[in-house]
């Protein structure tokens, strides 16, 4: 069965530093993966996805996600990070190739960007 | 309308008591996903609907839940008998159909407390 793990449940960094949000997954055949964004009290946000080719994904907001697929990670990344860029961050892998994306997500990490 | 509508945005209802939560997905979006976020957690995905049919619903937690379409728009999501564990935030998603890798579009969700 499809799954993804967050192993980080808070990440705490400098405005201005690099971050990175961890995941990983578990999938049988291809993963389609993706990354949300949840600022409080509001619904997700998508944020980028991995389908194929290049493993360096570029999203929106200046985020990108790097694709390994030796070590089934897919690590969320920014260069230099903003105040505004705290919120919760949701890692997720489609869940079926029946052609519909019900999507397997994470527990989610809460990013927070100190001034 | 320009995105995922749900109401009500948040409802406090008594033990035993029955509720309906709505969702208007995006116009001409056919796939509906209904999630459910408990507070802390990951979303937990509930049903799909493609069109006015659930082929998958998987994720309804018991025979409290049910989850009806019509007219491939909007979606009504019933607990019948709620209890304290049905607390959450129910998410609603949409997105076009055939998919091809697509992301999802959330709603802001629909916060129940129940007493």
């Known amino acids: 069965a499809q799954s993804v793990a967050q192993p980080e449940d808070q990440v705490n960094v400098a405005e201005g530093n690099p971050l990175t949000v961890k995941c990983t997954y578990s999938v049988s055949g291809n993963p389609y993966l993706f990354w949300y964004v949840q600022y409080p009290n509001r619904g997700l946000q998508f944020l980028l996805k991995?389908?194929?080719?290049?493993?360096l994904v570029k999203g929106s907001y200046g985020f990108e996600a790097e694709f390994n697929k030796s070590q089934t990670s897919f690590h969320l990344k920014k260069p230099s990070a903003l105040v505004s860029d705290s919120a919760l961050y949701f890692c997720?892998?489609?869940?079926?190739?029946?052609?519909?994306?019900?999507?397997?997500f994470g527990a989610g990490t809460r990013l927070a960007v100190h001034p | 309308g320009a995105g995922v509508s749900q109401s009500p945005s948040n409802k406090v209802t008594e033990k035993g008591k029955d509720v309906e939560l709505r969702c208007d997905p995006i116009?001409?979006?056919?796939?509906l996903y209904w999630y459910r976020q408990r507070l802390g957690q990951g979303l937990e995905f509930l049903i799909y609907f493609q069109g006015n049919s659930a082929p998958d619903k998987s994720g309804l937690p018991s025979d409290r839940f049910s989850a009806e379409r019509t007219g491939e728009s909007v979606s009504t999501l019933t607990i019948q008998r709620t209890q304290q564990e049905d607390s959450a935030v129910y998410l609603c998603?949409?997105?076009?159909?055939?998919?091809?890798?697509?992301?999802?579009?959330f709603g802001e969700g629909s916060r129940l407390t129940v007493l």
């Open positions: 991995y389908i194929t080719g290049d493993n």
């Open positions: 998603a949409s997105s076009p159909w055939p998919t091809s890798t697509g992301e999802l579009f």
């Open positions: 116009s001409g979006h056919t796939a």
């Open positions: 997720a892998v489609r869940g079926t190739s029946g052609g519909y994306n019900k999507l397997i």
